[in-house]
């Protein structure tokens, strides 16, 4: 189906999932596509990759005649920095074997001669500000809970939109659940944030949030309901003073433009009962300094892998921002009917920041509940968490 509003884009798939906007591919896909047409021109048989063996190992191939050196990385490494090196066979292919792997869908990227490369003979991409990388999903018993399976299929719209706030032409990614189309009733929203180094399709292409949440309509564990991810970015720059003043923008953004127009084209509840906010990361941090002081708005607050010094604030300075929401913990904690807080152990920037966010939580004897599970910062830890976290809203 062509996606809402969107003429210039297609859905892939099913027909409900995932969109590919080429406008968004940069020189390491397009790196990749000339090595794959290179070879189709010169008559060669094409390479395939990556494949996925029974024993959960998988192999990635590269054609790439005179390269020099070809590695391999990917998120099965906690910080996704660790190299393995390819072989070279005759006539110019390389190929590497890794794993066993744990069940789960991970991303990587072939080192051609140290130059990041997307893999050309797969068509699966996580695009993202920082540059596309490959996808491949490890079948397995602990992946289930993020497969595509024989259920029932919520659809996701890609919804552009003109901001005032931006005075620029913005998108959101809206997932509506299964009977939506044919249904008269209101659902409840989930606006759900992404990380630093994503966009708005992220939840949907990397993290499975529409698969997570049809499977787990279908065992009757979550209430049906709408997820909308916005691009949070109004600013792309890394320093502190610019993090915090497009979390600013961002927050103004939902308030203006996102709500309104999901509020206005959806069938939706308005209620603050019926919102919740969540987010990863930096989408963490925006829960945090956009939730807290709009707790008119949002009933539920889920952090994932963040806390206060994820906007580049210090404590002081958090808390000095929040200082009257934080001296009120008996209105906090009547207004917030969740507010969930999980980092992974090996998460080497989460876990500080979640420590500092707990410790003010503790010290103000403000109610919430946390998690600590083994994992860094990654997007295994980060589908868990709303694995977790959906069956806890609207109920």
């Not at 049809?214 to 065992?219: G, K, M, R, Y």
Request: charged share 20%; glycine share 8%.
């Amino acid at each position: 189906m062509w996606s809402r509003s969107t003429p210039s884009r297609l859905l892939l798939g099913s027909g409900t999932r995932q969109c590919l906007d080429t406008s968004s591919v940069n020189c390491s896909v397009i790196a990749g596509l000339c090595l794959l047409l290179a070879a189709e021109l010169a008559g060669q048989s094409r390479v395939v990759s990556p494949t996925v063996h029974p024993d959960r190992r998988v192999t990635f191939r590269l054609r790439a005649p005179n390269a020099k050196e070809v590695s391999v990385r990917g998120s099965w490494t906690v910080k996704f920095d660790s190299r393995f090196p390819a072989a070279r066979e005759a006539g110019g292919d390389w190929f590497v074997t890794v794993g066993p792997l744990p069940p789960d869908r991970y991303t990587y990227h072939f080192l051609l001669d140290g130059t990041a490369v997307a893999d050309p003979e797969n068509p699966a991409v996580k695009l993202g500000i920082r540059g596309p990388a490959s996808i491949v999903d490890v079948p397995g018993a602990e992946a289930e809970f993020h497969a595509l399976r024989p259920v029932p299929h919520g659809v996701i719209h890609v919804h552009r939109y003109w901001s005032e706030v931006a005075a620029s032409i913005r998108q959101l990614h809206v997932y509506t659940p299964p009977g939506y189309q044919n249904g008269k009733q209101r659902y409840p929203v989930l606006y759900l944030l992404h990380g630093s180094g994503d966009t708005d399709a992220a939840w949907f292409e990397q993290g499975k949030a529409a698969e997570i949440l049809d499977n787990l309509i279908a065992e009757d564990r979550a209430r049906p309901m709408l997820i909308v991810a916005p691009d949070s970015f109004m600013i792309k720059a890394a320093d502190p003073a610019s993090r915090l003043r497009n979390t600013e923008l961002f927050s103004k953004e939902l308030s203006r433009a996102v709500i309104p127009l999901v509020e206005a084209s959806y069938r939706v509840h308005a209620g603050r009962d019926m919102r919740a906010l969540a987010g990863l990361s930096m989408g963490g941090g925006q829960t945090l300094n956009i939730g807290l002081p709009r707790l008119d708005m949002f009933a539920y607050l889920g952090v994932f892998s963040s806390g206060p010094l994820s906007q580049g604030d210090t404590v002081p300075q958090f808390l000095a921002r929040h200082a009257s929401v934080l001296r009120d913990p008996s209105s906090m904690d009547r207004k917030l009917k969740q507010f969930w807080i999980a980092c992974g152990t090996d998460d080497e920037s989460g876990v500080p920041n979640t420590q500092a966010l707990l410790e003010i939580l503790k010290e103000r004897g403000i109610r919430h509940e946390s998690v600590w599970t083994p994992g860094g910062h990654t997007w295994s830890v980060w589908r868990d968490y709303l694995h977790r976290f959906l069956p806890k809203l609207f109920r």
